[in-house]
């Protein structure tokens, strides 16, 4: 098979002549001539590469080289083909490469079309090529690469080819007869035609056909250094002319990443090889994408961005924020800074942290005096908080514990009666250690049991079902305190009150005294859990009675004077009245 370039420049007067003159004696030229155009800019400069080969043979490395410094869009006459001592009705196929050149804005770019026809015997034919620019658009419709994917790539995935109008087309075409009077013939085309049946059937062969050029008779076009297209496509050529006839010789091998078709580049030994660039990949820094790249001929993973904190980069290993591959068991126990929750090892910033994963179940020990409460370590006593703190609903506040003690129940006649009486033991637990019965001229002094030690605030804690009542503590006064007198009712015993004033009768004297305050005792409204060994203790409010609240009389005992009481009750005597009151419940306080 023979390939012949056309130069629409020669004179169309010797054409003729020549068609004249080998008419005469030669039968007509099985011959196809070639009328190529373009859509590319005009700045474009291009090459275009045909190959022919018979349609059951493998296509030839080889081409015919024919450079051209633009194709216009109406075409022109490129080039011509003819059998080379082949059947002249035979089946071919045609691969035609137009190679566009670089501009400051566009790189290299190749538009491919493939063409499929047979030969009619001593039949001039003529086959229009149109390479639109269309064809190098972007497509989505590629399964191979799709990063990469054009129209054209997407037409030779369904064994199509990119036809005049930039769409899919059959390869498979039918040339037509060459009565169109636009088409212009060479004179090499002309002569090729004539001498089909007796030179060129003597043209050497290879396995698959014999692909020979003709060259333009002078060395002057302007095109003669202009870029052009080799046997290979990772070989870059130009024009020269030394030998007289301009031909396409190799200059150089085109870089090592050079792309020489749908995902595959150059290498470094000048063969077109696949690679896929883009393609994902696995680097060797394992907390990195990686991504396939053929700048240097051959595929090579190259690390990119940071994996996400957290993935996984190898058995129990987790990427960090910074990139660095460490081990980490999600899920391995361990321990938590809050002894009432449960933990586990996280990995979700790629280093291994302790997460609170569920809550102790209440009243689970977390220490000395410490329990949990929703997840939460509280005292639970004040040996659960510090020195100078008291443990008040689970929370530790400034204050003190003071001992508290139970007095014995005595009351009237208990000594055998007397003149005149005072009963300081009453069964209450307060915060004086004795008591003082008189029925005088007897009197008594019990000592009470101790009952534990109540929670002072330094300020008021109230939370919720619970108020904050203010205490206050009586100075210590007794018997003669007044200097004596008829009879005697002694308040102020140095014990803690919720009245901020005492009294102290020594009849017919009597005095009130101010109480400094001690701080608070926080009332509950229900009875709270006590403290281990703790316990709580109900209170009352008692009434307020005083001196001449039943008249007068002989000698007054008053214990109902409005303060917070352990006894349900309270007793006033103006002698020979006596009068037994109820006091009304305010809640419970905590003892330890």
């Known amino acids: ?44 400069s291009a090459v275009v590469d045909a190959r022919v080969w018979r349609a059951e043979m493998d296509a030839p490395r080889a081409g015919t080289t024919i450079g051209r410094a633009t194709l216009t869009r109406d075409g022109e006459e490129l080039f011509s ?180 078709g749908a995902g595959r580049v150059c290498d470094l030994a000048g063969d077109c090889v696949p690679c896929a660039t883009g393609m994902a990949c696995t680097p060797t820094e394992p907390c990195r994408r990686g991504s396939i790249t053929c700048s240097a001929g051959a595929a090579s993973c190259v690390a990119g961005a940071l994996l996400p904190a957290g993935t996984p980069c190898g058995a129990d290993r987790r990427c960090t924020a910074a990139g660095a591959c460490q081990p980490c068991v999600e899920g391995a126990s361990c321990t938590s800074s809050n002894p009432c929750a449960t933990a586990s090892i996280s990995c979700a910033t790629g280093a291994p942290v302790c997460v609170d994963r569920a809550s102790a179940a209440d009243g689970t020990s977390c220490g000395a005096s410490r329990v949990c409460r929703a997840g939460a370590c509280v005292c639970a006593g004040s040996g659960g908080c510090a020195a100078g703190q008291v ?35 009453a069964g209450q637990t307060w915060s004086v250690p004795s008591c003082t019965t008189i029925e005088s001229p007897r009197n008594r002094s019990d000592a009470c049991v101790s009952a534990g030690r109540m929670q002072v605030t330094s300020s008021p804690v109230a939370p919720s079902g619970a108020s904050a009542v203010a205490l206050y503590r009586c100075p210590s006064v007794g018997g003669g305190a007044l200097g004596g007198g008829d009879w005697g009712f002694y308040e102020c015993q140095g014990q ?66 409005g303060q917070l009481a352990t006894t349900p009750s309270c007793t006033t005597i103006e002698w020979s009245t006596t009068r037994s009151s109820p006091c009304a419940s305010a809640g419970f306080i905590v003892l330890e």
Do not use: H
Request: aromatic share 4%.
């Open 391 to 425: 443990c008040v609903r689970d929370a530790c506040s400034a204050g003190s514990l003071v001992p508290m003690y139970t007095c014995p129940s005595l009351g009237g006649g208990t000594l055998g009666g007397g003149t005149w009486g005072y009963y300081g033991c």
């Open 81 to 260: 083909i003819v059998p080379n001592g082949e059947p002249r009705s035979q089946r071919v196929d045609v691969l035609l490469q137009a190679t566009l050149a670089a501009t400051p804005t566009e790189p290299t770019q190749v538009i491919r079309r493939a063409l499929r026809f047979s030969f009619i015997p001593q039949t001039r034919l003529v086959q229009r090529v149109f390479f639109s620019m269309a064809c190098l658009n972007r497509s989505t419709d590629c399964r191979q690469n799709p990063s990469t994917c054009t129209v054209q790539d997407a037409c030779e995935e369904r064994g199509l080819t990119c036809g005049d109008n930039g769409e899919c087309a059959p390869i498979d075409v039918t040339p037509e007869p060459s009565g169109d009077a636009s088409v212009r013939f060479d004179a090499s085309a002309s002569r090729d035609a004539a001498m089909d049946a007796a030179r060129d059937a003597r043209a050497p062969m290879d396995a698959a056909m014999d692909v020979r050029s003709d060259a333009p008779a002078s060395c002057g076009d302007a095109s003669i250094g202009a870029m052009c297209t080799v046997a290979t496509p990772c070989r870059t050529g130009v024009l020269q002319c030394a030998s007289g006839v301009a031909r396409c010789e190799v200059a150089a091998m085109a870089a090592a990443g050079t792309s020489c």
């Open 496 to 561: 803690l009150s919720s009245n901020a004033t005492c009294m102290t009768i020594e009849s017919p004297r009597n005095s009130s005294t101010g109480c400094p305050a001690a701080g608070y005792v926080t009332v509950f409204s229900a009875a709270p859990t006590p403290p281990p060994g703790g316990r709580v203790v109900q209170v009352y409010r008692c009434p307020t009675l005083g001196p001449g609240s039943l008249g007068g009389g002989t000698w007054g005992y008053y214990g109902c004077l």
């Open 1 to 44: 098979m023979s390939v012949r370039v056309s130069r629409a420049a020669r004179s169309s007067a010797v054409t003729s002549a020549l068609l004249v003159a080998l008419a005469s004696c030669r039968a007509p030229a099985t011959v196809v001539v070639f009328v190529v155009g373009s859509d590319a800019p005009a700045a474009r």
